[in-house]
């Protein structure tokens, strides 16, 4: 995720409509397909998507790096703009997807069932495999295979200053076992808002909601209420049950407090004191808040505090020539020095376990070592238990509609709509979409 994941995000829940029409289709070629190995060598090409400058300054090098270090395989590199690379690789036919592709995570499984990816097993190192953290495992594997591995995930939270909240009279929670409840979270906005001018206390990305970011960002907040998305094939009973319910009305309910944020700047020039945020907004809120920055737990609805987690990941096309070619240059994406470039570059929390821990920010003393230990205790939405934080979005070919039709659920009670109406609207429609495709068996 770059610095500007909300507005990227939310052009990405477009790009996904198109994978859902994709997977519309009925035509998968299987979650099985398997690259042609080769010896090792050769020419393979490499798709990317196009980040901020530095981001893509750090694959650059890792390229050139790579391309210099031996002369059994060479790397080119294509970039393509974030806005369009997702409808991109679902619109190229499979035979001309390039060696090794990057993807957002919760398309992978999508491009999975519809043989576009080949499994990583045999092609990349098992030192590889088992230095990635759980977090880009779970992102990575469908149907039992492993497709994708990550070089980066994402971390999330509250972003407080202190200073406001101390003047506020408002207790700051310092882990998620302090976490405030949605009453008391309730309670702090309005007291917040009452002791600032701006009449707001709360900045969390509103015109965004209805894309990417409304899943990833508040789909987790269903969830620790003891909702869900989806439970196996199915949303009627899950996205709709009181507990989502419950909790998007709760969510509905920080409208009066919330800055419409329109510049960017609630947080950072102090018209607000609290931002639903990530790890992309570090550098600019720690610039402009100091030492009064500091993390918080989202608010914990029942069942434990949950947050979202994921970014992009790396795979190798079905369609390549060069399996082996193509897992070594995974093997070299992977090690530390290019996972800390390309972390460097964006601030994201790594997605290997060695790189991961020599990050001081989210290490125990460091500013965002509360979401580093909500990166720890991690999840797929399948399997969400109470001790788990950060849940990785659901992997199933049929993300695209779930994530279209709840960040529109969202959006529509965000502007006034029934919840529980909404919801069930939802929750038709996905089954729908699950029945026409065969549960995506």
Sequence with gaps: MNTKLTARRAGVAVAMLAVAAAALTGCSAGSGSGSAAGDGTGDIVVWGHQGQDSEVNAIQDTVKSFNASQKKVHVTLKLISGDTYTSTVTNTPTNKLPDVLEMDGP????????????????SVSKSTVSNATDGSIAEGTYDGKLYGLAQYSSAMGLYGNKKMLEAAG?????????????DQFSDALKKLAAANASGKSLDLSESALNGEWGTYGFSPMLQSA???????????GVLDSSDSVKALEDIASWKPYVDSNTDGNAFPNGRVALSLSGHWNYPTYSKAVGS????????????????????????IGSATKHGKAAGAFLDYLLNDANVKAITDAN???????????AQSVYQSGGALALWGKQLEASCPATAITKDCIAVYRPVTPGYPV???KFSSALSAVWGGADAKEQLTTAAKSIDQAYSDNNDYK
């Excluded at 398309?107 to 045999?122: E, H, M, R, V």
């Excluded at 003891?226 to 009627?236: I, T, Y």
Aim: charged fraction near 15%; hydrophobic fraction near 35%.
């Design 402 to 404: 779930i994530t279209s």
């Design 347 to 357: 601030g994201a929390p790594a997605a290997t376990k060695s790189a991961f821990t």
């Design 170 to 182: 408002v207790s700051i929670p310092s882990s998620p076992s302090e976490a405030w409840t949605p």
């Design 226 to 236: 003891g909702g869900n998305l989806v439970k196996g094939d199915k949303a009627s």
């Design 107 to 122: 398309t992978l499984a999508s491009y999975a069932y519809n043989g576009k990816l080949a499994p990583l097993t045999g």
């Design 292 to 315: 009064d920055l500091v993390a918080l737990p989202l608010p914990n609805f029942g069942d434990g505090e949950k947050v979202g987690a994921g970014s992009w990941t790396w795979g």
